[in-house]
T-cell receptor
C-alpha cells in the first residue's frame, strides 16, 4: 500500500493561514490524494481530494506538487473549530485490484489553533 | 438529509462473547466501509460492502465479518471477543465505491471488552 508521511502535530493562530504538508513519494499515477479531518469525539469528515491539479472548495485548498510526491492542505483562515487531526490519505487499490479502492489512514497531524 | 447512523453508540462486552454493530448509510449510498480506531493503531480499514457484496477487505482475522442488506444497511460482527478488540468502530458510506469520492462517517460505536 502506498504510504503518506505527515508531521505529528502543528500549531497555528486563529485567523492565520495554515499549511499542512504531506509526503507520498510512492504514489502511483492513478492514486487520488484525499484529506479528512477528525474533530474530538467525532467520526472523520471529508475535506478535499485531488489527482494532479490544485483544488479548491469552501473548506480548504489542496496544492499538489508537480511530481505528485507531496501535497499541502491549506486552510486560509484558521478558526478554533479547525482544531482536529488531519489525515492525508491515498486512495489505493486493494489486494484484489481492479476497481476496488480503499482509503488507508496514517497517524495524521494534530492541529492546535490558538485564540 | 440524515447522516450516517450507527447503533449502539456504546457497548460493553465480556471476553469470548460476540457482538453485532449496525450502520445505516445516507439514503441513496450503496457503499458502506467499516474501520477500527484505536489509540495505538489509528484508523484501520476492515472491509467495504457495495450492493450487498464485499468488495475489499483489510488485514483483520476471520473473527471480524460483515454483511450488507438490500437497503444498503450494514452489520459488522465480531466473534470470540478479545481485550484488544476494544476500540471505536466507524462506518462510512459513499455513493460509489470507497475512495472514488467523498465518504461520510458515522459517529462510531465505542466497544469496550472486559
Amino acid at each position: 500500500d502506498a504510504k503518506t508521511t505527515q508531521p505529528n502535530s502543528m500549531e497555528s493562530n486563529e485567523e492565520e493561514p495554515v499549511h499542512l504538508p504531506c509526503n507520498h513519494s510512492t504514489i502511483s499515477g492513478t492514486d487520488y490524494i484525499h484529506w479528512y479531518r477528525q474533530l474530538p469525539s467525532q467520526g472523520p469528515e471529508y475535506v478535499i481530494h485531488g489527482l494532479t491539479s490544485n483544488v479548491n472548495n469552501r473548506m480548504a485548498s489542496l496544492a499538489i506538487a508537480e511530481d505528485r510526491k507531496s501535497s499541502t492542505l491549506i486552510l486560509h483562515r484558521a478558526t478554533l473549530r479547525d482544531a482536529a487531526v488531519y489525515y492525508c490519505i491515498l486512495r489505493d487499490r486493494g489486494r484484489s485490484g481492479g476497481s476496488n479502492y480503499k482509503l488507508t489512514f496514517g497517524k495524521g497531524t494534530l492541529l492546535t489553533v490558538n485564540p | 438529509k440524515a447522516g450516517v447512523t450507527q447503533t449502539p453508540r456504546y457497548l460493553i462486552k465480556t471476553r469470548g462473547q460476540q457482538v453485532t454493530l449496525s450502520c445505516s448509510p445516507i439514503s441513496g449510498h450503496r457503499s458502506v466501509s467499516w474501520y477500527q480506531q484505536t489509540p495505538g493503531q489509528g484508523l484501520q480499514f476492515l472491509f467495504e460492502y457495495f450492493s450487498e457484496t464485499q468488495r475489499n477487505k483489510g488485514n483483520f482475522p476471520g473473527r471480524f465479518s460483515g454483511r450488507q442488506f438490500s437497503n444498503s444497511r450494514s452489520e459488522m460482527n465480531v466473534s470470540t471477543l478479545e481485550l484488544g478488540d476494544s476500540a471505536l468502530y466507524l462506518c462510512a458510506s459513499s455513493l460509489g465505491l470507497a475512495g472514488v469520492g467523498e465518504q461520510y462517517f458515522g459517529p462510531g460505536t465505542r466497544l469496550t471488552v472486559t
